[in-house]
């Protein structure tokens, strides 16, 4: 029997996401507790209640950018976020057009913000 190519990359995807517990536990989170500074290994994010934000030296993989990928930024933006059942979603864009995702999980008892920087391998955890 032949499986479609895409289940079988979302059933990978979710392998990997829990693989080892390499990854914070996902975590719905409202909009109000977003509304902080997160920071962690050198970088800070700081979600305003207006769905603005100001970030330094956060290095994530870009999207939507003259060039994408990897890229430590530094700047202001806006946000918003999505719940997707598991955890909530939050999209940061740039006012130059960069745009990433992180997510909302737990992480020692402690909500926190994530994402994979360079491979699948190397998170960035914001608390």
Do not use: H
């Amino acid at each position: 029997m032949a499986v479609p190519a895409v289940a079988v990359l979302l059933v990978s995807g979710c392998y990997a996401s829990t693989d080892y517990g390499r990854y914070p536990e996902g975590k719905l989170v409202q909009n109000a507790a977003l509304v902080r500074t997160w920071a962690g290994e050198g970088a800070e994010l700081a979600l305003k209640e207006n769905k603005v934000f100001s970030a330094v030296g956060l290095t994530l993989k870009y999207f939507s950018c003259p060039a994408d990928g990897l890229r430590n930024k530094s700047g202001d933006g806006t946000w918003s976020s999505i719940d997707d059942g598991d955890s909530t979603s939050v999209l940061i864009r740039f006012e130059d057009g960069c745009t990433a995702t992180m997510w909302t999980g737990e992480s020692e008892g402690k909500t926190v913000l994530w994402a994979t920087t360079e491979d699948e391998n190397q998170v960035l955890t914001l608390k």
